[in-house]
């Protein structure tokens, strides 16, 4: 059975492309815009696609890696590697969908995208170790 840590870090790293899925159709929907964004980094639409691909790109790297780290090694030095990943995720994702700007890179997207890529690059080779 996976860790208490590993289920909820599956679920922080899900939810967002379901949640972002359905807010881009609704505003799809409200903007009669079934297809297609705008070339504009400032439309609500574009950033929310963006957020979205970000999120499901990550996700389905992160989710199948964080099992197979569950399952071949525990401890709290694990949970707090995987807690590192799904927080940087989540870091990125909320300011790709809530900058003024695509354009802007944020101390949240820096930390975020930069640590995803530490804790993600030590979850990759972690089932190695062991």
Same mark, same amino acid.
């Given at each position: ?10 679920? #922080? ?7 972002? !899925? +359905? ?6 929907? %409200? %903007? ?6 705008? $070339? $504009? ?9 963006? #957020? ?7 996700? !389905? ?8 780290? $569950? +399952? =071949?090694? =525990?401890?709290?030095?694990? $949970? ?13 994702? #909320?300011?790709? +969908? ?14 975020? #995208? ?6 993600? !690059?030590?979850? +990759? ?6």
């Amino acid at each position: 059975m996976p860790s208490i840590t590993t289920l909820y870090s599956l679920t #922080a790293l899900s939810a967002p492309v379901f949640a972002l !899925g +359905a807010g881009i159709s609704l505003l799809r929907n %409200q %903007q009669k815009r079934p297809f297609g964004t705008k $070339d $504009d980094p400032t439309d609500p639409l574009t950033k929310l696609v963006v #957020a979205h691909r970000n999120a499901a790109e990550y996700a !389905g790297v992160l989710v199948p890696l964080i099992l197979i780290v $569950d +399952a =071949r090694c =525990r401890g709290r030095a694990v $949970d707090g590697i995987v807690i590192g990943a799904v927080v940087c995720r989540s870091l990125v994702i #909320a300011s790709l +969908a809530t900058c003024r700007s695509l354009t802007e890179v944020g101390i949240g997207r820096l930390v975020g #995208a930069w640590g995803t890529y530490v804790f993600g !690059g030590i979850l +990759a080779f972690l089932p190695l170790c062991f």
